[in-house]
């Protein structure tokens, strides 16, 4: 658009020069003078009808579409369900640790003795039958055995049981109920009792011995 400026104004500087120099009569001024008129109209028309295309394409800036990046997630050593949901216990007796559920805080009772780490449900702790309570809600025990409870085919002499690691040499077994643990006559007892015991494998994943 500047250009067409430039152009008219050129024509005008001649026009000018000329009508200075006396070159035209006054009808061929007169008559420059109109085409001169009617080409700035035109040229006035046109600048006007491309200015908002032309002001649109300067105001409205090109932008680049951003570059996909990948991202991985971040994982923390310690983000695991076990570290997150979970509390550790370390055993005095045998020194391994072992990470529980939050929810078994409350429900799970640890006792270390006679040479064993038992783990027990609180609420099934003890069961009544008429008059007589006894000790129950075991769920599993870890425990050392002694030499003399392997037998010559080298199994050990417990019904349920499992090698899952050593301590000073010797095989450490987590040893499982064979009878009945939970209070049968209670329904939220027995289910409590059944899902804990169906989360002991789980949880034996994350024992570790130091």
Do not use: H
Request: charged share 25%; with cysteine; hydrophobic share 35%.
């Amino acid at each position: 658009m500047k250009r067409r400026w430039m152009r008219t104004a050129a024509v005008v500087m001649t026009l000018i020069l000329v009508m200075a120099l006396g070159a035209c009569t006054p009808k061929e001024q007169q008559d420059v003078l109109q085409n001169l008129a009617d080409y700035a109209q035109e040229q006035l028309q046109e600048a006007q009808a491309q200015a908002p295309e032309e002001t649109q394409a300067q105001d409205v800036p090109e932008t680049e579409e951003p570059e996909a990046t990948e991202t991985e997630p971040v994982v923390s050593e310690t983000d695991s369900a076990a570290s997150v949901d979970g509390y550790v216990y370390t055993s005095s007796l045998y020194g391994f640790t072992i990470v529980m559920p939050k929810d078994w805080e409350e429900k799970c009772e640890i006792v270390e003795e006679d040479m064993c780490v038992y783990f027990y449900s609180v609420a099934n702790r003890f069961i009544s039958y008429g008059d007589v309570e006894y000790e129950a809600g075991r769920l599993f025990y870890i425990t050392v055995p002694e030499d003399d409870m392997k037998q010559d085919n080298g199994e050990y002499y417990f019904p349920s049981y499992q090698i899952i690691g050593q301590y000073n040499g010797a095989d450490v077994l987590v040893v499982y109920p064979t009878d009945v643990q939970c209070d049968i006559e209670d329904e939220a007892k027995t289910r409590e009792y059944t899902q804990m015991y169906e989360q002991v494998p789980e949880i034996l994943k994350t024992i570790t011995f130091g």
